[in-house]
């Protein structure tokens, strides 16, 4: 079970770390998170100062040569930067004891999915993710919620910013009006979900309250009173908000309130299942994580050892299809690579051996195509032309290692007692060992998790 375990809840196996249990993976998840201080990454604060400093270079272009070279500098050290926060990312994976804290971060981001939108903010939902989804992985959905959703880079990349309550000072002195972007996936995508019942004038009075939040200068949260709409506000059966409007202290209860719905832990706790399992999820393991997080109001440990507990956890059935990132995290770790050499890797180095197969497996770095995050269909992974992706992607990872295992070994280390005969086989009869373990890395066993 230890080898599943890895496998399917964490980063793949590796000959570096013995495959933990799943007592072993709560537990660590439980503890520090090691992994991010070996593989420190910045946080969204300073990310944000850079692309200030980008904006005013730019900005300042035409008064001569010298804030030209500014500019193309800063530029320049973004793009270096981007890069180098997946080779981190990637090392962080490869190099982790604690693969399920790494794949919960994955999973997290994508939920809680921001775009960057705009090259002055290049790397800023790495920094994102550090302050508002890694630190409470092991924690309450209701904090990370409310971190997530009043993040600047949430707050911006669904323009709530520009929100107005059209009956505030500001909305009424200039005819400024309500966006309902961050109210909208709040209930459809955050908590609980397109199909909850919510109506319409939920989505306005979620709307009205979030009103008054600002980002100042791009990096601090501020409420704003005179952009907020006066009166209380009722938002799925509950009212917030007094006489006057609401301010940030109601809008964190109505995010923690969120959290508690029926609707969200089952809307949460089945996206969890579908993740980690299956994309039909047994309906009694849902039942009883969703159990679970209403007894102990939306604790993540307990909920997740409620689904490592299930017979659905671990029935002997086809796993999901990995993510690109998921599948080259998963062969790197295999393979033994050093995670210094991954974190330390050059520009160009990452560009054509990480950045470039994301691409052309469908996964672009940080770039899903909406808030609802990247796709969650097995057949969209794996299209021909992605499928051959990954081949060729397997194949030349093998072949480019000055030493290639004998496969006959790397079968076991990459995929354990999980591994079938007929790739056994095929890997002993591989006609050279670069071969063998591409066929391994090729091989459905090791394209599922």
């Known amino acids: 079970m230890s080898f599943h375990a890895q496998i399917r809840f964490g980063t793949g196996l590796s000959p570096a770390h013995p495959p933990a249990s799943r007592d072993e993976m709560l537990a660590r998840l439980a503890g520090p998170d090691q992994i991010a201080a070996a593989f420190p990454q910045e946080g969204y604060a300073a990310r944000a100062e ?43 994976g ?51 919620l409310a971190s997530a959703v009043l993040h600047p880079a949430m707050v911006l990349y669904l323009d709530q910013d520009r929100s107005v309550g059209p009956n505030s000072p500001a909305g009424l002195r200039t005819g400024l ?39 100042r200068q791009r990096r601090e949260l501020i409420f704003r009173p005179g952009h907020a709409e006066p009166g209380a506000e009722t938002v799925f059966g509950a009212t ?42 047994d309906p009694g393991l849902i039942d009883t994580m969703a159990a679970a997080w209403d007894d102990t109001g939306g604790a993540f440990l307990p909920v997740l050892d409620t689904m490592l507990s299930h017979p659905a956890a671990w029935a002997d059935v086809p796993g999901r299809v990995k993510r690109p990132f998921h599948f080259i995290t998963s062969a790197l770790r295999a393979l033994g690579t050093p995670p210094d050499q991954i974190a330390n890797a050059s520009r160009q180095r990452v560009n054509t051996r990480l950045n470039l197969p994301l691409i052309a497996m469908g996964q672009r770095w940080q770039g899903a195509a909406g808030p609802d995050g990247y796709f969650d269909d097995d057949r969209e992974w794996i299209r021909p032309q992605t499928l051959a992706a990954r081949i060729g992607w397997a194949m030349l990872t093998a072949s ?27 890997a002993a009869r591989a006609e050279t060992r670069a071969e063998g373990v591409g066929i391994v890395l090729a091989a459905p066993e090791f394209q599922r998790s």
């Open 94 to 144: 490869v190099a982790s004891p604690d693969g399920l804290r790494e794949r919960l971060t994955w999973f997290w981001a994508d939920h809680f999915t921001t775009v960057r939108r705009s090259a002055a903010m290049r790397g800023a939902i790495t920094g994102y993710v550090e302050d508002a989804i890694r630190p409470h992985v092991a924690g309450r959905f209701g904090d990370m």
């Open 50 to 92: 850079r692309a200030l400093e980008f904006v005013a270079a730019r900005r300042d272009l035409t008064q001569g040569e010298a804030e030209a070279a500014l500019s193309e500098r800063l530029s320049r050290e973004m793009r270096e930067d981007n890069f180098r926060q997946m080779a981190l990312t990637l090392a962080r």
């Open 400 to 426: 480019e290692m000055p030493r290639p295992p004998d496969p006959r070994d790397f079968v076991v280390t990459a995929l354990g007692d999980t591994a079938s005969p007929d790739l056994r086989r095929a």
């Open 177 to 215: 009006s309500l966006n309902e972007n961050l109210a909208r996936e709040v209930l459809e995508l955050h908590t609980l979900g397109v199909d909850a019942g919510y109506s319409q004038r939920d989505v306005r009075e979620m709307a009205e309250l979030l009103t008054g939040i600002g980002i």
């Open 240 to 281: 917030y908000g007094g006489a006057r409007s609401a301010d940030l202290s109601e809008i964190r209860a109505a995010l923690h309130d969120l959290a508690l719905r029926p609707e969200t832990a089952r809307h949460i706790c089945g996206k969890l299942a579908d993740y980690f399992i299956s994309d039909t999820p």
